[in-house]
């Protein structure tokens, strides 16, 4: 009788162990996820935070305008080859995380696949450009060393930033970004451009 009890508690503790192993696996499966590639042209919006899309969107549209205003038709009509401009400071004066570089590096795509303006590097790009070039007129072979003060000047500078105002009930947000940019004539100081883009978005609940 003993032993027919030890059996049957040996039995149940075996059960208790499938089940729990069986819950397990099925609780395990229901939380792995799958990964898949996407086009990266793909606008996939997962929240109202500003996205990989705004960016590159923005950008070209910002370019787009900048091009139209006088300041290039008329650098054009009294100058040869394309106006030169420097990125100086775009800042991040939202509440949230934008890689500003990313957004920077999608200007200067948007212009440079345009083929009508050139752009010279700055801050710590330049120092390590000119670092470089010391390197070489130690190290390299002189008809290969990059000559010291040919670099080219900027006839122009960009600079802007990034806000936002974000608006909730506890149902519903609203996210709104502004982004401001401004092209500065480095001779004259003379602001030739001033743009504005201005997104908004809503997002339900389940989204935040």
């Not at 089940?19 to 499966?29: D, E, G, P, S």
């Not at 996205?51 to 006088?70: H, I, K, Q």
């Not at 949230?96 to 303006?117: C, M, Q, W, Y």
């Not at 970004?177 to 100081?189: C, E, F, P, R």
Request: include cysteine; proline fraction near 2%.
């Amino acid at each position: 009788m003993h032993i027919d009890k030890l059996n049957q508690s040996k039995w149940i503790a075996l059960s208790w162990k499938g089940l729990i192993t069986v819950f397990m696996t099925v609780l395990l499966a229901g939380c792995s996820g799958s990964v898949k590639r996407l086009d990266t042209n793909e606008d996939i919006m997962l929240s109202d935070r500003w996205n990989d899309t705004d960016s590159r969107l923005v950008a070209e549209e910002m370019m787009g305008d900048m091009l139209t205003f006088p300041w290039f038709r008329d650098y054009n009509f009294s100058n040869k080859g394309n106006p030169t401009v420097i990125v100086q400071t775009i800042r991040n004066k939202t509440s949230e995380h934008i890689p500003v570089d990313t957004f920077i590096n999608d200007i200067k795509r948007s212009l440079l696949r345009a083929g009508k303006v050139d752009f010279v590097v700055s801050g710590a790009e330049r120092d390590e450009v000119r670092s470089e070039r010391e390197e070489q007129a130690l190290n390299a072979a002189p008809d290969t060393v990059a000559k010291f003060g040919l670099e080219q000047g900027a006839g122009f500078a960009l600079s802007g930033t990034i806000n936002s105002i974000v608006d909730s009930n506890g149902d519903q947000r609203v996210s709104f970004y502004q982004v401001d940019l401004k092209l500065i004539d480095m001779t004259t100081n003379r602001e030739v451009w001033n743009g504005q883009k201005k997104l908004k978005k809503l997002a339900d609940k389940g989204f935040f």
